[in-house]
């Protein structure tokens, strides 16, 4: 079996784990779990907890603060597509208000 077909079905069982426990799993029969050679910091960062430990602590919670800052992006992309600064005394200053400004969401309930 070739390197990158056991790199592909390694990815789909890591992607199919629903719980920590199936991912140790996965790790502890592929004997990765316990190689310490296998593993490197975060972004090549030793010492990196300050930076790991910043955020969110559930998953749900981190998951919705990466759609907000989506929204807050193409909102933010919209102010300069327009000719406004979004720091600027022009720009909406709420998101609903940009939303409903920009995109022509009602009330900017996204």
Not at 23 to 47: C, E, Q, T
Request: proline share 5%; hydrophobic share 40%; aromatic share 6%.
């Amino acid at each position: 079996m070739s390197m990158s077909v056991e790199y592909h079905e390694l990815c789909v069982r890591l992607l199919r784990s629903e719980t920590e426990e199936d991912v140790v799993s996965v790790l502890r029969d592929r004997r990765l779990w316990d190689d310490r050679s296998a593993w490197r910091p975060y972004g090549d960062i030793s010492n990196n907890r300050g930076i790991v430990g910043n955020q969110q602590s559930s998953p749900v919670a981190a998951l919705v603060e990466k759609l907000v800052n989506s929204i807050d992006a193409v909102l933010i992309c919209e102010c300069w597509r327009k000719g406004i600064d979004p720091a600027g005394a022009d720009a909406p200053p709420t998101m609903q208000m940009a939303a409903e400004r920009f995109l022509g969401i009602r009330d900017g309930r996204v």
